[in-house]
């Protein structure tokens, strides 16, 4: 992969919640333009990183900078250069879709004008024109998840975050989903995607695998699956998250 520049940079970077580490040393980067996965189960700690990235969470202890800003001293600018995806479903739903987009967009401070030529655009894309005036809770959980990625992205970012983006959405929804992610790649937006469905880490760029709030792996799929002798990203989850129990069973 061709050096890009860095959008991502960490060192050591800790978060604690009283006596228990969330987050424990961890330090990676990530290229611009990169699709980055941080992988692990319900747990691992990678929720905890990305919200520190976002500067919505204040680290413990280590370094980061996101967008070459310090996570510490400029979380305010921080937030005004990313888009953020969270878990849970972030848009209002006793609004429309094309009330959310245009709420949004005037959020971000997009200019009037740009903000229409963009809002009629996704809506166009999303294939959501016939029901632009119905409100969001009437929509699909799919249709839901692929308008908050859209709205993340609509002030064009530099890094988007996106937080467990295709949990509980159907098999086509994520497929569908990631090919939005790809393009949004391709136009040269950072992604950086938290996810628990291991087969999603053949769609990134490299991965980086949490465990117990630690790296236990960072890299491309393709070198991590040789490295552990591994047919998929299932058995090198198995190899790093559960090696005392994968022992026993062989």
């Known amino acids: 992969m061709p050096d890009r520049g860095l959008s991502i940079e960490t060192k050591n970077l800790t978060k604690k919640f009283g006596e228990f580490t969330a987050v424990d040393r961890i330090t990676f980067e990530v290229e611009k333009g990169e699709i980055f996965g941080f992988l692990g189960a319900n747990g691992a700690g990678k929720s905890t990183a990305m919200r520190m990235l976002c ?3 204040s680290p413990t202890s280590g370094s980061a900078t996101v967008a070459g800003m310090d996570v510490y001293r400029q979380s305010e600018k921080i937030k005004q250069r990313i888009g953020y995806m969270s878990q849970k479903f972030s848009l209002y739903e006793d609004l429309t879709v094309r009330e959310n987009l245009s709420f949004y967009g005037g959020i971000y401070g997009i200019e009037p004008k740009l903000l229409r030529k963009r809002r009629d655009a996704m809506i166009e894309e999303l294939g959501l024109k016939e029901v ?8 699909p959980l799919g249709w ?4 908050s990625f859209s709205t993340a992205v609509l002030h064009a970012p530099e890094i ?3 937080d467990e983006p295709t949990g509980g959405v159907d098999p086509i929804t994520r497929r569908q989903f990631w090919e939005m992610i790809n393009q949004t790649a391709a136009n040269g937006t950072t992604v950086f995607v938290t996810t628990h469905y291991m087969d999603e ?3 990134c760029d490299r991965i980086s695998m949490m465990v117990d709030g630690k790296i ?3 890299g491309a799929t393709s070198s ?10 299932d058995e090198v989850f198995l190899h790093l998250a559960r090696p005392k129990e994968r022992s026993e069973n062989e």
Do not use: D
């Open 216 to 218: 236990a792996a960072m």
């Open 144 to 147: 839901k998840q692929k308008l």
């Open 160 to 162: 988007v975050f996106l």
């Open 224 to 233: 991590l699956k040789e490295q552990f002798n591994s047919k998929n990203m």
């Open 55 to 57: 500067g919505l969470l």
């Open 201 to 203: 880490a053949e769609y």
């Open 132 to 139: 632009q005036n119905e409100l969001i809770k009437g929509l």
